[in-house]
């Protein structure tokens, strides 16, 4: 069994498969982690940039095991960027803001290369030529751009504690309440995890049931077929 896995991960296909979605995946995952930092320090917390995590720089976001994670379950995660609320004048807004700046700006990239997807189908060059070797790959890596950038931002707004979308669902509840069902974030990636392995080899993903639909129609709306 891990003989089979290993080598279809190191098959030729797999590789071009990875080396394609990398470009788009490293910036989906760095964008998103910068934007909660970046939304965090202008409301007053400067936890992040104590740490160094308002950079570009990926070596500084990736997860060890989220990384890999990717590469064996198809599914994979970086670092969280620290936020502390305390900071906020106002905790729950500032959380809400923080929350939905990383999925936000996910949409926001995954309009962008479908910009430039656009752009590139204008180009005229013949089959065979140089032009061929660098736009074809050139837009594969930005239709794998769209395609990771609006998981990412849709995946995120499950309201599942830790995600995005249960701070945003938190804002609305009852103070109290509110505690409550953020408490559950110790259970909530467990819970996801094994909704993701569930899916992975039993060919019946919940989750996927949900974000494929949105993802797919989502990029429709930016007139790209996924």
């Not at 990384?67 to 959380?95: C, E, Q, S």
Request: glycine share 8%; with cysteine; proline share 7%.
């Amino acid at each position: 069994m891990v003989a089979d896995l290993m080598f279809d991960i190191f098959s030729p296909d797999a590789l071009e498969r990875y080396v394609i979605l990398a470009p788009g995946l490293l910036i989906a995952l760095v964008a998103h982690e910068v934007a909660h930092g970046y939304v965090a320090y202008l409301l007053g917390d400067p936890t992040a940039q104590s740490q160094g995590r308002l950079t570009l720089n990926p070596l500084k976001h990736l997860d060890p095991i989220g990384t890999l994670a990717f590469f064996f379950v198809h599914f994979g995660w970086a670092k969280p960027v620290p936020v502390n609320p305390r900071y906020f004048k106002d905790v729950r807004f500032g959380m809400l803001l923080t929350a939905i700046a990383g999925p936000g700006v996910n949409f926001i990239l995954a309009a962008v290369f479908a910009i430039v997807m656009h752009i590139l189908t204008t180009i005229q060059f013949q089959s065979g030529t140089l032009w061929e070797s660098i736009i074809v790959p050139f837009y594969l890596i930005c239709q794998a751009g769209v395609y990771v950038n609006l998981i990412l931002g849709i995946f995120n707004l499950i309201p599942i504690p830790p995600l995005d979308g249960s701070n945003v669902l938190a804002y609305f509840l009852p103070p109290r309440i509110a505690q409550l069902y953020m408490s559950l974030s110790r259970y909530g990636f467990i819970v996801l995890i094994g909704l993701i392995l569930i899916g992975q080899y039993s060919g019946y993903s919940l989750i996927g049931q949900v974000i494929f639909p949105l993802v797919r129609g989502s990029a429709a709306l930016l007139g790209i077929n996924l």
